[in-house]
């Protein structure tokens, strides 16, 4: 079993920026991890994913140019750096890990979330 910290969310004004970090409690360096986003009353939704050496990415349309998704394998922990913020982005964060490769479903492990918003 794997035990996942979401941290980093916030309070922020629209165009701002926020880095979300996510650290595990066992060592991630050979699985996928992801990170996705749940607004109140929709549906958990796949923000970004990163493979287990970083050398592969894949983000949602939503939030691709403005979101980059890394990764320190020496410090068990993935990272969201969000950049030009919208009020639409305005949701709990959840980091997750997946025993494959990347992949935006089918994920193993999930963060407790940490909830961003963003002002406009």
């Known amino acids: 079993q794997v035990q996942l910290v979401d941290s980093g969310g916030g309070l922020v004004q629209a165009g701002g920026s926020l880095r979300l970090s996510c650290t595990a409690s066992k060592r991630i360096s050979a699985y996928a991890m992801g990170w996705f986003r749940q607004a109140p009353g929709k549906e958990r939704e796949f923000v970004a994913a990163i493979n287990w050496s970083g050398g592969s990415t894949v983000y949602a349309d939503s939030v691709k140019g403005r979101f980059t998704i890394s990764r320190d394998n020496a410090k068990n922990t993935v990272y969201l750096q969000m950049n030009s913020l919208k009020p639409e982005d305005t949701a709990v964060y959840y980091c997750?890990?997946?025993?494959?490769?990347?992949?935006?479903?089918?994920?193993?492990?999930w963060g407790q979330g940490t909830q961003v918003t963003v002002s406009s």
């Open positions: 997750a890990v997946r025993f494959g490769g990347v992949a935006l479903t089918s994920y193993d492990y």
